[in-house]
């Protein structure tokens, strides 16, 4: 339904560009147009959580200059708890749009993220730019840059949770701009 409106609503845009007598400029309607492109958007990865994630987190992204490139075999996915595809895919997410968000070179506020199913396992992997300096513990987890490190660093507890929760293995690397988790976790039938 918000598409059918949203494709609506741009015609009307279209028609208001063409037959506008001055009362609204072309940028603002422009800038009308953009914001419910934003809404027009249609994510089907095979998988509801998948897409409603990622609808979700578009909008962010969108708001903060940030693009991310997904490659997400959705169904390969159903196996697993509706909460654990939130927790794991919502916190990669949330943790790469806080690491490109201080980054000032807008064209380096970019990410991807594949996840994809190869004989019985499914192996996820983002990759993102970051600015500063990574510092992991000897967990091999990524300390949180947050002065509170009481309250910060949960989303990567998470992480690592769920993928031990479902018997995977999980990395975090860095080399001086780019990070990157990768995750390797056996299908269950």
């Given at each position: 339904?918000?598409?059918i409106?949203?494709?609506?609503?741009?015609?009307?845009?279209?028609?208001l560009?063409?037959?506008?007598?001055?009362?609204?400029?072309?940028?603002?309607?422009?800038?009308?147009?953009?914001?419910?492109r934003?809404?027009?958007?249609?994510?089907?990865t095979?998988?509801?959580?998948?897409?409603?994630i990622?609808?979700?987190?578009?909008?962010?992204m969108?708001?903060?200059?940030?693009?991310g490139?997904f490659?997400?075999?959705?169904?390969?996915?159903?196996?697993?708890?509706?909460?654990?595809v939130?927790?794991?895919?919502?916190?990669?997410?949330?943790?790469?749009?806080?690491a490109?968000?201080?980054?000032?070179?807008?064209?380096?506020?970019?990410?991807?993220?594949?996840?994809?199913?190869?004989?019985?396992?499914?192996?996820?992997?983002?990759?993102?730019?970051?600015?500063?300096?990574?510092?992991?513990?000897?967990?091999?987890?990524?300390?949180?840059?947050?002065?509170?490190?009481?309250?910060?660093?949960?989303?990567?507890?998470?992480?690592?949770?769920?993928?031990?929760?479902?018997?995977?293995?999980?990395?975090f690397?860095?080399d001086?701009s780019?990070?990157?988790?990768?995750?390797?976790?056996?299908?269950?039938?």
């Amino acid at each position: 339904m918000i598409n059918i409106k949203c494709h609506d609503l741009r015609k009307q845009i279209r028609y208001l560009k063409v037959n506008n007598k001055g009362s609204i400029s072309n940028e603002e309607l422009t800038k009308i147009e953009n914001a419910i492109r934003i809404y027009d958007t249609s994510i089907k990865t095979g998988n509801d959580v998948i897409d409603t994630i990622l609808q979700e987190k578009s909008l962010i992204m969108n708001k903060n200059g940030i693009v991310g490139t997904f490659l997400i075999n959705g169904e390969s996915l159903l196996f697993m708890e509706k909460e654990d595809v939130y927790a794991l895919f919502g916190n990669i997410i949330d943790n790469a749009i806080e690491a490109l968000s201080k980054i000032e070179d807008k064209d380096k506020r970019t990410f991807s993220l594949k996840a994809s199913k190869s004989f019985n396992f499914i192996t996820i992997e983002e990759t993102n730019f970051f600015t500063g300096k990574i510092d992991f513990g000897k967990d091999g987890l990524p300390k949180t840059s947050k002065d509170d490190k009481n309250y910060h660093g949960y989303g990567t507890k998470s992480i690592v949770y769920v993928i031990k929760k479902l018997h995977g293995k999980v990395s975090f690397t860095a080399d001086e701009s780019t990070f990157t988790v990768k995750a390797v976790i056996p299908i269950k039938e």
